[in-house]
Structure formats: C-alpha cells, structure tokens
Nanobody, 125 residues
C-alpha cells in the first residue's frame, strides 16, 4: 500500500508562486511514476504534470508548460510541483498520484493506482 499526502496549497495572487509537495509513505518504493492532476469545481479531473520513477522524464499539459516544474527526491520520497506565474484558471484542488509499470499514458487518471486527498490552490486576480 502507498499513502500519498499533498501539502503546500493555499491562496496566491495572479503572477505569484506556490510549491506543492507530495509525501509518499508505506510501500512507496522509488520505482513509482508520479503525476499531478487538478480538478476545478464543476469540471473533470485533468492532467497537469508527470515524472517517471528516476526523474529523467517529465511531461506537462500545454497550459502549464513554462510555468510549472515537477521534480522528485527519491531519498526523501517527495514529489514537488513548483508553480510560477499563477493564473486564476489554475484554481483547483491538486492531487498527486502514483503508479507502476511503463511510463506511458501518464495523462490518464485511471492508470494511477494511488491518490492523495488533494490540496486546494486558489489564485485571485
């Protein structure tokens, strides 16, 4: 079993920054690929970013490219999402997720086996 807990969410002004963290506990071996998703009120959960187990591959949805950076520290079992130049449309609950297997279809929520409870990010204009 893997337990994931997000932190770092909160309130930010447009143009500001936040850094989300995801802590992996339990049998969270370093071979898990990790993803960040978000869900705004009334919308479906959407892919934000993903990173493979070693950190050698990263991917982003187009709307956050150049603004968000995903990284991981396998020693500390932490995954980060650095969010810069925030926009009001980034407002959502952000979830981290973990999966094993091939690093493909990383933008598909149901390919992930474990999820955190989420952390709220609110960006004001």
């Amino acid at each position: 079993q893997v337990q994931l807990v997000e932190s770092g969410g909160g309130l930010a002004q447009a143009g500001g920054s936040l850094r989300l963290s995801c802590t992996a506990n339990g049998n969270a071996g370093i071979t898990y690929h990790m993803g960040w998703f978000r869900q705004a009120p009334g919308k479906e959960r959407e892919f934000v970013s993903a990173i493979n187990w070693s950190g050698s591959s990263t991917d982003y949805t187009d709307s956050v490219k150049g603004r968000f950076t995903i990284s991981r520290d396998n020693v500390k079992r932490l995954v980060y999402l650095e969010m810069n130049s925030l926009k009001p449309e980034d407002t959502a609950v952000y979830y981290c997720a973990a999966r094993l297997g091939q690093y493909n279809n990383f933008d598909v929520p149901h390919r992930y086996s474990y999820w955190g409870p989420g952390t709220q990010v609110t960006v004001t204009s």
